[in-house]
C-alpha cells in the first residue's frame, strides 16, 4: 500500500526567502507525481505534475523535482511572498489499470510573513 | 471555462442524521472523484466514476455512504446514518479522462454534532 509523507507539517519564513518541501512515497512504482496548493476554505489547484520519466518540472518561482528511485521528491519555492501562504500537498499515482487514484501526503502548511 | 460546481458549502448535522451533497462537474469530463479530506490530512479518494460507472470504490464505506452519477453528468454523495467521524470536508474532482490531471471543486464542509 502506497504512503506518503510531507515534512515539515508546517513552514514560517520571511518574505524572499528560498525554501524548501519534502515528499517520500513507500512504492516507487508511481505513473506519476503532483503537486498541489489548498488556500482555506477552498480545493485544491495543481501545481506541477511531474511523470515518472521526467527528473523535475518548472513553472515560475516553482521547481518540483523526482528521485523515483529513492522514493522522494521535492518542491522549490524561489523569493518567497506573502501570497505563497498555503497548504501544499503532494499526490502520487499508480499505476492501477483503471488509472487516476491519487494518493496524498498530509501537506505541509506554509506562512509567508511580510 | 466553469470549473467544478459542489453544493452545498457547509452543512450542520447531528449524528444518525442523512445528508447528501451535489457536484457538477465540469462540462464534457468523463471522469468524476469523491474525496474525503479530515481535518490536518491529505484528501481520501472515496469514489471514482467513468461516465455513469463505478471505477474504484475500495475505500467507500459502503455501510453508510452510497453514491450515483446518474446520465454521467452530476453527481451526490449520501451518508446515511452519519457518525462523528464523518466530519470532513467532501471534494468533488472531475477530469476529461482518468489519466489526465483533475480538477477540484472548493468543497462541501460538514460538521456532526
Known amino acids: 500500500k502506497q504512503e506518503v509523507t510531507q515534512i515539515p507539517a508546517a513552514l514560517s519564513v520571511p518574505e524572499g526567502e528560498n525554501l524548501v518541501l519534502n515528499c517520500s512515497f513507500t512504492?516507487?512504482?508511481?505513473?506519476?507525481l503532483q503537486w498541489f496548493r489548498q488556500d482555506p476554505g477552498k480545493g485544491l489547484t495543481s501545481l506541477l505534475l511531474?511523470?515518472?520519466?521526467?527528473r523535475e518540472q518548472t513553472s515560475g518561482r516553482l521547481n518540483a523535482s523526482l528521485d523515483k528511485s529513492s522514493g522522494r521528491s521535492t518542491l522549490y519555492i524561489a523569493a518567497s511572498q506573502p501570497g505563497d501562504s498555503a497548504t501544499y500537498l503532494c499526490?502520487?499515482?499508480?499505476?492501477?489499470?483503471?488509472?487516476?487514484?491519487?494518493?496524498f501526503g498530509e501537506g505541509t502548511q506554509l506562512t509567508v510573513n511580510p | 471555462e466553469a470549473g467544478v460546481a459542489q453544493s452545498p458549502r457547509y452543512k450542520i448535522i447531528e449524528k444518525r442524521q442523512s445528508v447528501a451533497f451535489w457536484c457538477n462537474p465540469i462540462?464534457?469530463?468523463?471522469?468524476l472523484y469523491w474525496y474525503q479530506q479530515i481535518l490536518g490530512q491529505g484528501p481520501k479518494l472515496l469514489i471514482q466514476?467513468?461516465?455513469?460507472?463505478?471505477?474504484?470504490d475500495s475505500q467507500l464505506p459502503k455501510d453508510r455512504f452510497s453514491a450515483e452519477r446518474l446520465k454521467g453528468v452530476d453527481s451526490t454523495l449520501k451518508i446515511q446514518p452519519a457518525k462523528l467521524e464523518d466530519s470532513a470536508v467532501y471534494l468533488c474532482?472531475?477530469?476529461?479522462?482518468?489519466?489526465?490531471?483533475?480538477?477540484f471543486g472548493d468543497g462541501t464542509r460538514l460538521s456532526i454534532l
Open positions: 511531474i511523470q515518472s520519466s521526467q
Open positions: 474532482a472531475s477530469s476529461p479522462s482518468p489519466n489526465q490531471p483533475q480538477h
Open positions: 466514476f467513468q461516465n455513469n460507472g463505478v471505477v474504484d
Open positions: 462540462s464534457g469530463h468523463a471522469t
Open positions: 499526490a502520487v499515482r499508480g499505476w492501477e489499470t483503471s488509472g487516476s487514484r491519487l494518493t
Open positions: 512504492d516507487s512504482a508511481i505513473y506519476n
